[in-house]
C-alpha cells in the first residue's frame, strides 16, 4: 500500500493566513503584527504543511511541539527568533494544549518592492538556513528585539498616512539589521557546537576520499556536504568563515588538493589519471584548479619531488 502524500497547502496572502488562523483581519493587505497568543494551537490535517508567499519573522516562548524545515527540526528553546522566506515548505505538529506567546510580523514581497531592502533582505542569510539554527537572544537581545516589535505593532496600529509606509519599512530594517549581528554573535557563543561541526567535515571530507564515493559520485558538492551534516549550505559557509576564513567550497578544494598532492608524490599514476581518481570528469579542470592552489602544475610539483 502506498503511503499517503500530503501536497502543502499555499497560503497566497496575508488576508488568507489571518483567516486560517481565526483571528481578525489585517490592518494592511501587505504587512501583519500578529499576537501568537491570539492563535489558538488547532490543526487541520490539510494545513501541517504549507507554503507562505511572504516573509515572516517570529520571536516564539511556550511553544510544544515540532516543526520541520526541509528535512530537519527547529532547536526550539525559550526565547528564539525564526525566520521564513516565500516559498518555503513548513510542517508543524503542535501539542493540542500549547499556549505559544511572541509576535510574528507578515512581510508580502509586494511591501518592500520600492525599497532598497527589497534586494537587502535577500542578502541576509537567516532567511535561507535551516531551522536547525534558530536564533537565540540573551535576555538584553531579548529586550532590545521586542522593543523594536513593539514599535512596528505601534506603527501597524495607527492610521495610515503618506509616511506610514516608509517608517514601518524602516523599522523591519532596523529590527532585521540586529537580527543579522545576532546571528553572526551566535557564530561565536556557540563555537563548540560549530567545532564539532568542523571536525565532523573534516571526517567526511577524507572519508569521501577515502572511499569510492568519489568514483560514484564524482566531485564532492557544497550541497552533497551540507546534507550530510544536516545544516543548510549558507549555515555551514558563514559558520566556516566565522572559524576558519574559508568558505566550504574552499574545504573542500584544500582537501581536493591535499589529496592531489598525496597521489603526485606516493604513485605513478599520471596527471590524468590523477584527475579521474579525483572525481575530475576533465584533467584540464584538475591542472586549472590545481595551479590556481599552488601556482604549480601536477607535473611541475610532482617534478620538484624527484
Same mark, same amino acid.
Do not use: W
Given at each position: ?190 563555537? %563548540?557546537?560549530?567545532?564539532?561541526? !568542523?571536525?565532523?567535515?573534516? /571526517?567526511? =571530507? #577524507? +572519508?569521501?576520499?577515502? @572511499?569510492?564515493?568519489? *568514483? ?6 557544497? %550541497?552533497?556536504?551540507?546534507?550530510? !551534516?544536516?545544516?543548510?549550505? /549558507?549555515? =555551514? #559557509? +558563514?559558520?566556516?568563515? @566565522?572559524?576558519?576564513? *574559508? ?20 604513485? #605513478? ?7 579521474? *581518481? ?29
Amino acid at each position: 500500500m502506498k503511503k499517503e502524500v500530503h501536497t502543502p497547502y499555499t497560503i497566497h496572502s496575508i488576508s488568507e493566513m489571518h483567516s486560517l488562523l481565526k483571528i481578525p483581519k489585517p490592518e494592511h493587505p501587505l504587512v501583519s503584527f500578529v499576537d501568537l497568543s491570539q492563535i489558538t494551537c488547532h490543526f487541520d490535517d490539510n494545513l501541517k504543511s504549507v507554503v507562505y508567499s511572504f516573509y515572516t519573522v517570529c520571536i516564539k516562548k511556550g511553544f510544544t511541539g515540532k516543526m520541520k524545515y526541509g528535512q530537519n527540526f527547529y532547536d526550539f528553546d525559550e526565547g528564539v527568533m525564526t525566520f521564513m522566506s516565500p516559498g518555503q515548505v513548513i510542517s508543524t505538529e503542535v501539542s493540542v494544549d500549547s499556549a505559544v506567546y511572541g509576535a510574528m510580523l507578515v512581510i508580502h514581497p509586494d511591501f518592500i518592492q520600492n525599497y532598497a531592502l527589497a534586494k537587502k533582505i535577500k542578502e541576509y542569510g537567516y532567511f535561507s538556513y535551516d531551522v536547525s539554527e534558530a536564533l537565540h537572544l540573551s535576555e538584553k537581545e531579548q529586550t532590545m528585539i521586542t522593543g523594536i516589535m513593539k514599535n512596528i505593532e505601534q506603527e501597524y496600529c495607527s492610521s495610515i498616512d503618506a509616511f506610514s509606509q516608509d517608517v514601518m519599512v524602516s523599522h523591519i530594517e532596523l529590527l532585521l539589521n540586529y537580527c543579522n549581528r545576532f546571528y553572526n554573535r551566535q557564530f561565536i557563543t556557540r563555537k %563548540s557546537a560549530n567545532n564539532t561541526l !568542523l571536525s565532523q567535515l573534516e /571526517n567526511l =571530507l #577524507s +572519508d569521501y576520499f577515502e @572511499s569510492d564515493k568519489v *568514483q560514484r559520485l564524482g566531485l564532492p558538492t557544497v %550541497s552533497y556536504i551540507s546534507d550530510e !551534516l544536516h545544516v543548510s549550505p /549558507n549555515y =555551514l #559557509s +558563514d559558520m566556516l568563515r @566565522s572559524l576558519t576564513g *574559508q568558505s566550504t567550497q574552499h574545504h573542500i578544494h584544500d582537501k581536493i588538493i591535499a589529496k592531489a598532492k598525496e597521489l603526485l608524490t606516493t604513485t #605513478s599514476l599520471s596527471v590524468s589519471e590523477t584527475a579521474f *581518481q579525483l572525481g575530475f570528469e576533465y584533467p584540464q579542470s584538475f591542472n586549472k584548479l590545481f595551479k590556481s592552489k599552488t601556482n604549480l602544475s601536477p607535473l611541475e610539483f610532482r617534478s620538484s619531488f624527484n
